[in-house]
Nanobody
Framework: QGPLVESGGGLVQAGGSLRLSCAAS????????MAWFRQAPGKEREFIGA????????YYADSVKGRFTISRSVPENTVYLHMDSLRPEDTAVYYC??????????????????WGQGAQVTVSS
């Protein structure tokens, strides 16, 4: 397993909810911002949001704003992506990612150093 391990993907009906987890094995990652991306079949990887450190400020792409929420548990060294009001167009593989260069994480740079293995989310209509 890599330094970031995702869990919680699956199949859900449109309008439903799902929560993804991203557990970090490196203790140092507690102080790194964390980003979430997704990639749908035939499409480029899309930055959907991030949570900063310290302070926990969150940032979201317009496509998910108001429906998705990013949070983190410091004791568990885990970041969560809670997804509500899911739509078929949210179907994708979802990835968490981080880097010691925090600004690159918040900017959604595609060249971050550490990535999760990906979690499939499928939303049926």
């Amino acid at each position: 397993q890599g330094p970031l391990v995702e869990s919680g993907g699956g199949l859900v009906q449109a309008g439903g909810s799902l929560r993804l987890s991203c557990a970090a094995s490196e203790r140092a990652f507690i102080t790194y911002p964390m980003a979430w991306f997704r990639q749908a079949p035939g499409k480029e990887r899309e930055f959907i949001g991030a949570i900063n450190w310290p302070g926990g400020d969150t940032y979201y792409a317009d496509s998910v704003k108001g429906r998705f929420t990013i949070s983190r548990s410091v004791p568990e060294n885990t970041v969560y992506l809670h997804m509500d009001s899911l739509r078929p167009e949210d179907t994708a593989v979802y990835y968490c990612a981080t880097d010691s260069r925090g600004s690159r994480v918040i900017e959604g740079s595609p060249s971050l150093s550490y990535w999760g293995q990906g979690a499939q989310v499928t939303v049926s209509s």
